[in-house]
């Protein structure tokens, strides 16, 4: 089980109505955030936000991430290789990650960014799926969640998972789909990333799903600095944003805020194996 310092982020330890919220997927080291790294996490914090993961997403980053989970308790990492940088890689890297998964267990939360993109060009696919079918037997043998990237994508994510009868679950990111589609992944052992989508009005069918579906499958994330909120378009996206998703869906869901924020905390650390 991975190494994890409850004296920071204890929800207890808050002041008297205070938040404590889990921003479980923010690229904090890519180069829109990391030169501002610090600033941006003492913001997070003030906004509510206690803990974070940090997925790569290329080998090159595997050694600056294993580096960030050294310095801070409340950042947690996943190593992967994301489908965008796919045609960077090859499976050598996949015995590097093996190795390095090995070497540092208890320092690494997840797998991850792995997935299928498919709006990218054809030529990528069957690197794509090599990668990822490869991640995904890694993380299967050694018992660890993954992080999950889509577009256009979900039915082959899912028929992987089931071929290889994937039993660590993790976290499909950037949930965007129908009720069905994310039940679909909540019955493989999933979580739904929970972003910026339903900020916007205009994504009926993802506001209408996240309104209905399971909290004890939900988790929030920002995707920094990606995915920015509505309202805040063509800008920088930061995790202190989490805030705002939170209170975004606390606009959709009927539970209490407080029980909100408990549960969504709560699965965070179930998911990333952070508590039993």
Same mark, same amino acid.
């Given at each position: 089980?991975?190494?994890?310092?409850?004296?920071?982020?204890?929800?207890?330890?808050?002041?008297?109505?205070?938040?404590?919220?889990?921003?479980? =997927?923010?690229?904090?080291?890519?180069? &829109? $955030? +990391?030169? /501002?790294?610090?600033? #941006?996490?003492? *913001?997070?914090?003030?906004? %509510?936000?206690?803990?974070?993961?940090?997925?790569?997403?290329?080998?090159?980053?595997?050694?600056?991430?294993?580096?960030?989970?050294?310095?801070?308790?409340?950042?947690?990492?996943?190593?992967?290789?994301?489908?965008?940088?796919?045609?960077? =890689?090859?499976?050598?890297?996949?015995? &590097? $990650? +093996?190795? /390095?998964?090995?070497? #540092?267990?208890? *320092?690494?939360?997840?797998? %991850?960014?792995?997935?299928?993109?498919?709006?990218?060009?054809?030529d990528t696919?069957?690197?794509?799926?090599?990668?990822?079918?490869?991640?995904?037997?890694?993380?299967?043998?050694?018992?660890?969640?993954?992080?999950?990237?889509?577009?256009?994508?979900?039915?082959?994510?899912?028929?992987? $998972?089931?071929?290889?009868?994937?039993?660590?679950?993790?976290?499909?990111?950037?949930?965007?789909?129908?009720?069905?589609?994310?039940?679909?992944?909540?019955?493989?052992g999933f979580?739904?990333?929970?972003?910026?989508?339903?900020?916007?009005?205009?994504?009926?069918?993802?506001?209408?799903?996240?309104?209905?579906?399971?909290?004890?499958?939900l988790v929030?994330?920002?995707?920094?600095?990606?995915?920015?909120?509505?309202?805040?378009?063509?800008?920088?996206?930061?995790?202190?944003?989490?805030?705002?998703?939170?209170?975004?869906?606390?606009?959709?869901?009927?539970?209490?805020?407080?029980?909100?924020?408990?549960?969504?905390?709560?699965?965070?650390?179930?998911?990333?194996?952070?508590?039993?």
């Amino acid at each position: 089980m991975a190494s994890f310092s409850s004296a920071t982020i204890n929800p207890s330890r808050l002041p008297s109505g205070g938040l404590a919220l889990f921003d479980t =997927h923010c690229h904090l080291d890519l180069p &829109q $955030l +990391a030169p /501002l790294q610090q600033e #941006h996490w003492q *913001q997070a914090q003030q906004a %509510g936000v206690k803990a974070l993961l940090i997925p790569a997403v290329s080998a090159a980053a595997w050694p600056d991430l294993l580096q960030l989970r050294a310095t801070e308790p409340a950042w947690q990492i996943a190593l992967g290789i994301h489908p965008w940088w796919a045609a960077q =890689h090859s499976l050598q890297q996949v015995i &590097q $990650l +093996a190795d /390095l998964l090995e070497q #540092h267990r208890g *320092q690494i939360s997840a797998v %991850g960014e792995i997935g299928l993109d498919f709006a990218l060009d054809s030529d990528t696919f069957e690197l794509q799926q090599q990668l990822f079918s490869a991640q995904l037997t890694l993380a299967n043998r050694l018992d660890l969640p993954v992080i999950l990237h889509h577009r256009k994508s979900q039915v082959q994510l899912l028929a992987e $998972l089931k071929r290889q009868r994937f039993a660590a679950g993790g976290i499909l990111h950037a949930f965007s789909g129908s009720y069905a589609q994310g039940m679909a992944f909540i019955e493989q052992g999933f979580k739904l990333g929970i972003g910026g989508t339903i900020t916007y009005e205009r994504a009926e069918k993802t506001r209408k799903a996240v309104s209905k579906l399971p909290l004890a499958a939900l988790v929030l994330e920002t995707d920094a600095p990606a995915m920015p909120l509505s309202g805040f378009q063509g800008q920088t996206n930061t995790p202190a944003q989490l805030r705002r998703v939170f209170e975004s869906l606390c606009n959709l869901r009927p539970e209490p805020p407080e029980h909100l924020a408990t549960a969504l905390w709560q699965n965070s650390l179930t998911v990333l194996r952070l508590s039993r």
